[in-house]
């Protein structure tokens, strides 16, 4: 036999709770006269409401489980201030977001501001202000300033074609993670990681009389030195300094590789394909057209 | 939605916590404020408690085969004890390190979506793109200097201002109208959402754009832990030494 119980929304005046009201049927038999309540529909709720509350006493006054009801006295009185957002900083549980975890403190991004600021120094003069340059200033690592570089470069173009820039969401944001203006505030980080795959540790004895440098050291763990892998970082950067891609709707336009005409021989054209031809070694590329001219791309 | 069904997600009883804004969630968050003592359980007992609470906050959508194929045994080593820098935390506070770099991860730590559920049912509705192309799989691993865009209009926390409304449908009724001229929509916030609200260290989101890259793999860092996690890196490492001998 199955007994369903007619409840109001118990308790909590904010009502968060949200009790499913469910009709009640007389456990003996379910006559069409006694369905009153469907017959009764357009009868007002309180004659209905007094009539059963009359006739079902005990599930009103049964109670939650202990544990729903600690939720809601929790939820009226320590847990009230995180019902509605504070706008003037973070919000977090305790010191910290994770009670348990204390070690996970988070830091509040870079403000919009600052980003705007450092994309537009980046295209004022791109050899004076170079990722490195810009992470130097601002305390961030260059792969951060290169993020902050290439999502402003296609903020400017997605709101260039049309996209509507979702400033409420980024002012709602900083004003919600506690985003101050102020760089000290803000993440700080060292400029790159170079981290080495640490091993087990390896004993060499030396003779006491001689010195024994960073470079010796690498030597023995047969490694490079780190001396040398900064600065390899510094002479990748000035061969290939950092530049900003246009992209069509966020697809990055791939640019045209800069070919120079060997020779021609309509012999060797060929009507179906185009082949290019990699020296791995040399580290050159040579195109056949289809009509026959060989191309050796000079820069790609 | 991949998870252990069995259990309810967020329930009181259990008390497990989850990736997500739900206020049960919080609370159950602010009761488990202390590590429970295990010290007189029996080792395999210990781990399989770690491993039950932080994979029912790390990947609970993920199934366990999934996430054995995922784990890495060789976590990244650094120089922990040099003189003079603030000593780092157990470097198996970097156990869950590979999850972190799926796309419907790196939606919800980017706050784009209300739980990680909710990121999942976002990217597999194809409302996610990287690097420009639409990429409609939640376990897409994601490199180094991705550009993740998420669809403003499925963000949950904006809504259309009746304005904006207003504005797109003169701008579409008339002849060769300017688009551009709509207003941004509306931030509503999630209640009980803000303790919950936090950029980690490896992403770096743009608000306007709802665009995220991926800067890097979590690292060990000196006095604070990366990978936002309830636990503390004394259960990954437990949770991690029971996966690392665990591998069929």
């Not at chain 1, 005990?58 to 009185?77: A, D, I, S």
């Not at chain 1, 002012?171 to 060292?190: D, H, Y």
């Not at chain 1, 179906?272 to 791309?297: A, P």
Request: hydrophobic share 35%; aromatic share 8%; glycine share 4%.
């Amino acid at each position: 036999m199955s007994s369903q119980l007619l409840t109001r929304a118990l308790g909590s005046a904010k009502a968060t709770l949200r009790a499913p009201l469910i009709t009640s049927i007389p456990t003996s038999q379910r006559l069409f006269h006694s369905t009153r309540f469907s017959l009764n529909e357009d009868k007002p709720e309180g004659e209905e409401g007094a009539a059963s509350e009359e006739s079902e006493e005990t599930p009103v006054n049964k109670k939650l489980p202990f544990r729903r009801r600690n939720f809601h006295k929790w939820l009226q009185g320590e847990g009230s201030r995180f019902a509605t957002p504070s706008f003037s900083g973070p919000n977090y549980i305790g010191e910290s977001p994770f009670p348990m975890n204390p070690l996970f403190k988070p830091t509040p991004p870079m403000s919009n501001h600052a980003k705007e600021e450092i994309y537009r120094l980046h295209r004022s003069d791109t050899t004076k202000w170079t990722p490195r340059q810009l992470g130097t200033k601002y305390n961030i690592s260059i792969k951060r300033v290169e993020a902050i570089l290439r999502l402003k470069h296609l903020e400017k173009e997605m709101v260039a074609s049309g996209f509507v820039a979702q400033e409420n969401f980024t002012r709602g944001m900083e004003q919600l993670m506690g985003v101050k203006n102020e760089r000290s505030a803000a993440i700080v980080e060292p400029l790159t990681d170079i981290l080495p795959q640490v091993g087990s540790p390896k004993f060499e004895a030396v003779n006491e009389d001689k010195t024994f440098t960073a470079e010796d050291a690498a030597n023995v763990l047969k490694r490079r030195p780190l001396a040398e892998i900064k600065a390899n970082l510094l002479e990748q950067e000035r061969k290939n300094p950092f530049k900003l891609v246009d992209s069509v709707k966020g697809v990055a336009v791939k640019e045209e590789s800069v070919t120079k005409p060997v020779s021609k021989n309509s012999a060797e054209g060929n009507a179906r394909f185009k082949f290019s031809f990699v020296d791995t070694s040399k580290k050159t590329t040579l195109i056949r057209e289809k009509d026959g001219t060989l191309l050796q791309v000079q820069q790609s | 939605m991949v998870r252990n069904a069995t259990i309810p997600a967020f329930s009181l009883r259990r008390q497990m916590l989850r990736m997500s804004w739900n206020k049960y969630n919080l609370y159950n968050m602010t009761q488990r404020s202390r590590v429970v003592n295990n010290s007189n359980k029996t080792l395999y007992q210990q781990k399989w408690a770690s491993k039950k609470d932080t994979r029912a906050y790390h990947g609970d959508q993920i199934t366990e085969r999934q996430w054995q194929s995922m784990f890495k045994t060789r976590l990244p080593t650094a120089n922990t004890k040099v003189g003079g820098v603030e000593p780092h935390p157990p470097v198996f506070a970097l156990t869950y390190a590979e999850m972190e770099r799926r796309l419907d991860f790196i939606v919800f730590r980017s706050n784009f979506a209300p739980s990680i559920y909710a990121a999942r049912q976002l990217v597999g509705h194809g409302k996610v793109t990287v690097n420009g192309k639409p990429m409609p799989f939640p376990s897409h691993r994601v490199t180094d200097g991705d550009i993740v865009t998420v669809e403003p209009t499925s963000i949950l926390t904006l809504k259309k201002t009746s304005k904006s409304a207003e504005e797109s449908a003169e701008a579409s009724s008339e002849e060769g109208a300017t688009s551009g001229h709509a207003a941004p929509m509306e931030f509503v916030p999630q209640p009980f959402s803000q303790p919950f609200l936090f950029v980690p260290d490896y992403l770096e989101v743009n608000y306007n754009t709802c665009s995220t890259v991926f800067l890097r793999s979590p690292i060990s860092r000196p006095g604070k832990t990366e990978i936002p996690s309830p636990f503390p890196p004394q259960m990954h490492a437990l949770a991690y030494e029971f996966y690392a001998r665990n591998r069929k």
